[in-house]
């Protein structure tokens, strides 16, 4: 089971952090996001160890994801936020150690944080 936290309301360069707590061990995770009218999009992936990231290029030098293995909870800062990145964020797991951008490769899904940007 995944839980979702951190979103809320900021200002357009503002920074939030979401959070991702796991109930148990997972491997590859990651955070994907929708807006309203839209698909779901990949935002950033994370491996087991942490060594292998990937970033949607939307999102690259202002996201930066990471992971407390110990915590079995993953993290995504989020600064220079713009109002295109007003969304649900989700954060997805699975048991693979394969890493994907793929949402369909993710197995658990958290319950979804609103982001809102303000412009």
């Known amino acids: 089971q995944l839980q979702a936290s951190g979103g809320g309301l900021v200002q357009a360069g503002g920074s939030l952090r979401l959070s991702c707590a796991a109930s148990?061990?997972?491997?590859?995770m990651g955070w994907f996001r929708q807006a309203p009218g839209k698909e779901r999009e990949f935002v950033a992936v994370?491996?087991?160890?942490?060594?292998?990231?990937y970033y949607a290029d939307s999102v690259k030098g202002r996201f930066t994801i990471s992971r407390d293995n110990a915590k079995n909870t993953m993290y995504l800062q989020m600064n220079s936020l713009k109002p295109e990145d007003t969304a649900v964020y989700y954060c997805?797991?699975?048991?693979?150690?394969?890493?994907?951008?793929?949402?369909?490769?993710?197995?658990?899904w958290g319950q979804g944080t609103q982001v809102t940007v303000s412009s």
């Open positions: 148990g061990r997972t491997f590859s």
């Open positions: 994370i491996s087991w160890g942490g060594g292998t990231t």
């Open positions: 997805a797991a699975d048991g693979s150690l394969s890493v994907s951008v793929v949402a369909g490769a993710y197995r658990y």
